[in-house]
């Protein structure tokens, strides 16, 4: 079973800034996507931001410009940092790896943090 790790939630004013990361255990073969969803209270799992191991990123339309996504590949690490914070932004963001544990796995399977609250307030 493969914990995806994450820290970095809280409460913040709007127009604030929070930084997300998320850790993948060291002992994984290979992560091709990692990224940031988030879900808000009665609506469903949405994209914030995935960048491959290339570093090709792509960002949901609500949040270009004001949030960022890197990745530390030696370190199977992943941030998401968020500027300029709205209401609007307040939900539960969950880190997804797109991985292959072990070099003889065939396919790439998809794995989840817990969850991290981010709660921005007007």
């Known amino acids: 079973q493969v914990q995806l790790v994450e820290s970095g939630g809280g409460l913040v004013q709007a127009g604030g800034s929070l930084r997300l990361s998320c850790a993948a255990p060291?002992?994984?073969?290979?992560?091709?996507?990692m990224g940031w969803y988030r879900q808000a209270p009665g609506k469903e799992r949405e994209l914030v931001a995935a960048?491959?191991?290339?570093?090709?990123?792509n960002y949901a339309d609500s949040v270009k410009g004001r949030f960022t996504i890197s990745r530390d590949n030696a370190k199977n690490m992943v941030f998401l940092q968020m500027s300029g914070l709205k209401p609007e932004d307040t939900a539960v963001y969950y880190c997804?790896?797109?991985?292959?544990?072990?070099?003889?796995?065939?396919?790439?399977?998809?794995?989840w943090g817990q969850g991290t609250q981010v709660t921005v307030s007007s």
């Open positions: 997804h790896a797109r991985l292959k544990i072990y070099a003889a796995s065939r396919l790439y399977g998809d794995y």
């Open positions: 060291g002992s994984i073969f290979s992560i091709n996507t």
């Open positions: 960048v491959t191991s290339g570093g090709s990123a």
